[in-house]
């Protein structure tokens, strides 16, 4: 296939619904235009008429174009891609660099078996490849011909190549249930308040307004005048308590959208994740490139007792969008221990996370950060007390005892541990997350060391991989010198690619 081709005439869905995505992320910067020209379309309908048709044909002369100008090829080793209306893009990209394969079919390409091959490289964004609206036989192709390929350096250790023969092993799948329990476990409630923050004044008087209608008054219901404070309360605890029900309705919902169906499965060297309710998503992750394991456990998921368990792999520096992590990565939601343990067991069978000791930090890590926090605190009760603002000096007091109190729970959190093969970091606040790497995978070592840190013989070490950086603070500086020279030494001996 060393000619050009065009993608089928299906993708120009694709493309209307990728210009409809973009108008929405940026809707928040139309706002004040619809609203400065809302009466003004209500009193002009043939206005409304015109800008609608206008704006549907504008999106389909986009697409038009974007479908016109991408073609693609295929050589030997590589992928060739261009791209842009007005900005061309020509994409060269050997498939020995590319970290991750991604099949993508939205409920509009699975009538007619069509998917789009996303292809992550450990680069930036802008190396990332992509060709829209593949049949399903030749995508399955392309993924096993990507796959098959193997880079100089895992030549010369044959053990990380993946055989192309061998069956596929289904490791886990989540049920509905759990699906649920991710949803409720994970529910991000302050994001959600945060981002209706702008919106709630509108909203709250619109929800006045139509309560009134069927005859239930805020006003009189939440007077003091009317009601007892013990009622006020419970009426507050009841609104809180529906608030948060809806919020995480939404959590669950999302939680079923985003992995229905889910599947992780091996394939030689190879893991694959298939999950997705309306549009399927299949991830396909070469081992060799995993650079770290992350078990996460949320305050509520300690309760339940699940852990979400997440691949990483290198870091891309394309920024972060809504929902992206969770459709390219691997992650597998809300497991029970046991299903933890067998699967990084399976990936690395010599990782001993779930018996080795945890080291503790110091315990000057609590006392330098709440040394840090007092010359501010001590300011403001004394600003406060001048003045006689006795309940602001109140506040700041319970202020500073509660940050002090989150500072103890994150030093408590805080522990590391070492072993021949891997590096095992702690951390967390109300919940607890677990980070385990193979000691080969480090690309960089750093010493940390303040003065005050010197005097007290202790010192910080920074770990860093291609996934990012792993940093362990306020150890003793003799065994953080130990662990700095034996990640160089396994480094240095073994000569394993990091990728």
Not at 325 to 345: C, D
Not at 439 to 448: E, F, L
Request: aromatic share 12%; glycine share 4%; with cysteine.
């Amino acid at each position: 296939m060393n000619n050009w081709q065009r993608v089928s005439p299906i993708a120009l869905f694709y493309f209307v619904a990728n210009d409809i995505s973009v108008l929405v992320n940026n809707l928040i910067y139309t706002i004040p235009l619809v609203i400065t020209s809302y009466n003004v379309v209500l009193d002009n309908p043939v206005w409304l008429i015109l800008c609608i048709g206008g704006f549907i044909g504008l999106l389909g002369f986009s697409a038009f174009l974007q479908y016109y100008f991408f073609k693609f090829r295929l050589t030997e080793h590589t992928i060739e891609i261009k791209s842009g209306v007005f900005k061309k893009l020509h994409l060269n990209l050997p498939f020995t660099r590319i970290q991750n394969v991604k099949l993508i079919a939205p409920f509009y390409f699975r009538p007619f078996r069509y998917t789009t091959v996303e292809l992550d490289t450990a680069g930036s964004a802008k190396s990332e490849a992509k060709i829209v609206a593949l049949n399903d036989m030749l995508a399955q192709k392309l993924k096993s011909k990507i796959l098959s390929q193997v880079s100089p350096r895992q030549r010369a250790t044959p053990n990380d190549a993946a055989p192309s023969n061998i069956d596929e092993i289904v490791l886990n799948q989540r049920s509905l249930k759990d699906l649920i329990i991710h949803g409720i476990t994970n529910n991000r409630i302050w994001i959600f308040f945060a981002l209706l923050a702008p919106f709630m004044d509108a909203a709250a008087k619109k929800t006045n307004e139509l309560l009134t209608s069927f005859g239930f008054n805020f006003s009189e219901v939440f007077s003091p005048a009317t009601h007892a404070w013990w009622q006020l309360g419970l009426y507050a605890l009841g609104v809180l308590m529906v608030s948060y029900l809806i919020v995480v309705l939404f959590s669950v919902f999302g939680s079923i959208i985003a992995f229905y169906g889910y599947t992780l499965s091996k394939q030689g060297k190879n893991y694959i994740r298939r999950s997705g309710l309306f549009t399927h998503h299949e991830v396909v992750m070469k081992l060799p490139r995993l650079q770290l394991v992350i078990s996460q456990q949320d305050w509520l998921d300690i309760l339940v007792k699940r852990i979400n368990l997440r691949f990483e792999q290198t870091k891309s520096q394309q920024r972060s969008k809504p929902g992206h992590e969770v459709r390219n990565k691997i992650m597998v939601p809300s497991v029970t221990q046991q299903q933890f343990n067998s699967l990084i067991l399976d990936v690395w069978p010599k990782n001993a996370l779930a018996t080795i000791e945890f080291l503790p930090i110091s315990k000057r890590f609590i006392l330098r950060h709440i040394l840090l926090l007092t010359p501010i605190a001590t300011a403001l009760i004394g600003a406060s007390l001048y003045h006689q603002q006795w309940q602001l000096a109140l506040i700041v007091v319970v202020s500073m005892t509660l940050l002090s109190l989150l500072i103890v729970i994150r030093w408590y959190r805080w522990g590391y541990a070492i072993d021949n093969n891997f590096m095992y970091v702690r951390k967390g606040l109300f919940g607890v997350n677990y980070y385990v790497f193979p000691i080969h995978k480090v690309q960089q070592t750093k010493y940390h060391q303040s003065l005050l840190m010197a005097h007290r013989k202790l010192a910080s070490i920074s770990l860093v991989l291609a996934s990012g950086v792993q940093k362990v603070p306020f150890m003793p500086q003799q065994t953080a010198q130990q662990i700095i020279d034996k990640t160089l030494f396994i480094v240095e001996s073994t000569k394993r690619s990091w990728m």
